[in-house]
């Protein structure tokens, strides 16, 4: 006889047989497998007609579920591709273009034990919303202070990663949204210590620029569905414009960033130093530990870099707009904290950040839901996920070079509202290091094409 | 344990190890004016004592180590937000404002709301400006700060960078002096899988276990959570293999308690406490019998298998060493485990099951087991375990004895004492001189503390006959010093054997004499 049981993010396999997936464990004596090659053990057994008791999975009870959820028919294709490859895949779908709606839809066919994985705490209380709303039923949560389990359970990557011990055991069905974070070395772990047999992925950005994407089918199945912005723009998604403003720095200013960007630039030159990619600029951190030197004119940069996101004349720039604008809704964007609270200081705006409490960061976004609040400001916490159907302007006031970072605010006010405009500014401080970091992240890299 | 951009690190020819900070006149200045700068910053702004740490590092001090300090300061000192207005309030109020009075895109706008809501909560207008954000963690208020001392605070800084450096091992490799059954139970809540091994010294390996399939950093944090716990000994030594996160080079790191041990903080050796009143009344009530059973609480660990029983208390006579293990909550299923581990074992185990928590019937287990077990109530009931320890002993040295008779060793010394000889190879000394006495080797005569080789018994007789009287006497005091000056012990069985006679007048041995036959 064959005895199966899961031991804390893995299979063990007591018995007289191996398996193709198993590896012998000489601490524990008895062979252990991956907890992600659940399934095709047991096929594999079935096939070998052996005789096995498996006391792997541990589901939280059934619940009934009632769905209620219509696709349109670019969803309705996505979801086919994925029953056509046997319940594995990543869906790659603009953001508002509804990925929730088809593994909804997906949840409610196969009616089975769920884990949804999401990058932050406000996508847990969208998600548990969207469960009550469609499938009508209760969904447990994992993470920020809250544990509970049930047929359908929201929880962070975070704690997906962190108690994959304890989790791994009991879902069937896995969603992985926003699956391109599922490709850093940590969380990867949480697709290989979990059982499921069934997998999605959903993205509207696939690549990473690290190149880490191509681990991903591996672990949760191909790209087997992607449709682009341009294809829904207009139908499915608002249509919207798009400008660059440029400001000046204040005289102050102009001087102090000339100061410290000189600083920077004479320490390279003294050593010799080019940069001309991101490794180059990596390897040249990487002396600052040791060197004194080399870290003050790093640090010289970044003080010059600071100056010119947070330029005071953006403010002034910023004012206008939200005067001349009185009726959008409006995002504004920030790369840094220190902004955020200047902004919301000075407008009176509500801010969200990591600091923010949150009791007050969920009635913040139900009051700009609602129309009490017509502007957030917030820097990269509310860059994913959270939907506010009716945004329509959106000020990038400051942000990295990252071509994902601009895809995922554009899609917060992208979201399909009959008659919306939607206006997406960006706000960048002339001759400055800061106009080329603007223009990177509009641009794909070759490398990602 | 540290942010991990905080460490730092000396790296050579593939060993890695922490920048530890000794006590040296420089580092003990910066702990100090830290320390100092908390003291002096009691009622204000986190920001504004962040600010004057910041100094420190402009100063030339390695800005990782100034704030590794801080950082670990920052949790002696209690922050908080002065709670006379709470701020959400205060912001929801304002943001509603706003709805009717538009937001504050000049100056006059901003004035008027702010001004409006200072009315409403009867507050003045600068109040209100510093409350709003009065709850960010940079406007807390340091209002308590308990200040280590500046050594002591190295030695935590230590401690931490070793832990942070330990959140990217893929394996730790341990041996140490004792602790091991808060070592082994810490190791199990933590999820870590451990490898014992026995060569000379006891030790352990320790990983997780998903590391069968891949080196993986995953069980790093829970590692470094168990350093602590090994270094609270004595005697450590300490291996881990570290996945250099930078450069992904596997590095190697050595940890010696006697190098170490002082630069370390480490928890107070634990006094040796008991699990419960039951265990510590056992051991009060056995050691005042003196039975000449030495017992030793938390004895190192028996491998079984590739897993280890620490049992509870050793019991240790001459040689013969029996376990004692006190079961206070247990069901059949524990006792089948602890059966199936001792099958792998070749130890006398006296397992005490408290019969007042017995979950099931025991009928089952002790026909199942070859498992030695008393119950008791309230607490454990001395005569069965001496009782057991008898037999224990009986058996023990019975088989020993048996060994022993099949045993041939040959013999070259003069004299051999049969303790000596018992502990050399770790049996009892009364199997010893029962094998011994019963069927003595070739040339030598079994006496009741050694056995004597015959030429030496002779070189004795030899001695006694020079000092015999005319008479053929000698004060019996006198034979004795001359045996014992022979390396002899049991002098008096030794002059029987060659043949003398023991003449008593009275009990009085001094006017004892010994007499040719």
Partial sequence: MIYLRFDKGTILLRGEVGTPYGKWDPRVDCYRIKAMHYSEVLDYLKESKLAFQDDVPNLPPVQQLN??????????????????????????????????????????????QTLIIVPTLDLIDQWRKRVADHLKTDAGAVGGGENTVKMITVSTYDSAYLQAETLGNRFMLMIFDEVHHLASPSYMQIAEMYIAPYRMGLTATYERSDERHSLLPRLVGDPVYTVDVEELAGEHLSPYTYEKMFVDLTPKEQRAYDDEMATFRLYLKEKGIVLRSPEDFHRFIMTTGRDRRAREALLARNRALKIALNSDAKLGLLAQQLDANEKEKTLIFTLHNDLVYTISRRFLIPAITYQTPKEERREILENFRNGQYKAIVTSQVLDEGVDVPDASAGYILSGTGSTREYIQRLGRILRKVEGKRAKLVEIVSRETVEVEMSRRRRYKKPAED | MLPSELLTVWKRKGNISPRYARATEDSLQVANSLIKAYKDHVGQKKSVLKAFASELEDEGYEYRFVRGLACLLDRKSTFKCNDRIDPVELRRRIFRATRELGLATTPEKRKRIIAAIAQDLKITSDTVEEFL????????????????????????????????????????????????????????????????????????????????????????????????????????????????????????????SWKHRSMLKSLQEPKISYDSAVEQDFAEQFQSLKTGWQLKREPEPVP??????????????????????????????????????????????????????????????EKEAQLNIIYYHDKIPLAPVLRYLEGAFQNVQASQTELLKNLRVIFTEPVVDYGEFAARIGVSTEAVKEALTEKPPEGYTAMSESLVRRDKLEQIRNKIEEQLNPTGRLPLSEAIRIVESEGVADATKSLETLGYRINWHGINAEKAEVAKP
């Fill in chain 2, 304 to 365: 079984a298998g590739k897993q280890v029983i620490i049992p509870d208390f050793s019991l240790e006579k001459q040689g013969v060493r029996v376990y004692v293990e006190i079961v206070g909550f247990w069901t059949a299923e524990y006792l089948l485990r602890k059966i199936e581990k001792l099958k792998k074992v070749d130890v006398n185990m006296l397992v005490a099951v408290n019969e007042n928590l017995a979950c099931e019937k025991l009928d089952r287990l």
């Fill in chain 1, 67 to 112: 769905s209620n959820v219509e696709l349109r028919p670019y969803q309705n294709e996505a979801l086919d591709r994925w029953h056509q490859a046997n319940m594995r895949g990543i869906l790659v779908l603009p953001t508002a273009a509804g990925k929730t709606y088809v593994a909804l839809k997906a949840i409610g066919q196969l009616k089975t």
């Fill in chain 2, 133 to 256: 954000y009065a709850d960010l963690d940079s406007e807390l208020i340091l209002e308590e700060f308990e200040p280590p001392a500046p050594e002591e605070l190295l030695k935590e800084y230590n401690l931490s960078l070793t832990q942070t450096l330990l959140f990217d091992s893929t394996e730790l490799n341990f041996t140490a002096s004792g602790n091991w059954q808060r070592i082994f139970y810490a190791v199990k809540r933590l999820g870590l899988i451990y490898d014992v091994q026995k060569d000379g010294r006891f030790w352990v390996k320790i990983d997780g276990p998903a590391s069968l399939f891949k080196l993986t950093r995953r069980y790093g944090t829970a590692t470094a959570k168990l350093l602590p716990t090994i270094i609270a000994n004595q005697e450590w030594t300490v291996e881990a293999k570290i996945l250099w996160r930078y450069t992904n080079e596997i590095c190697n790191f050595k940890l010696e």
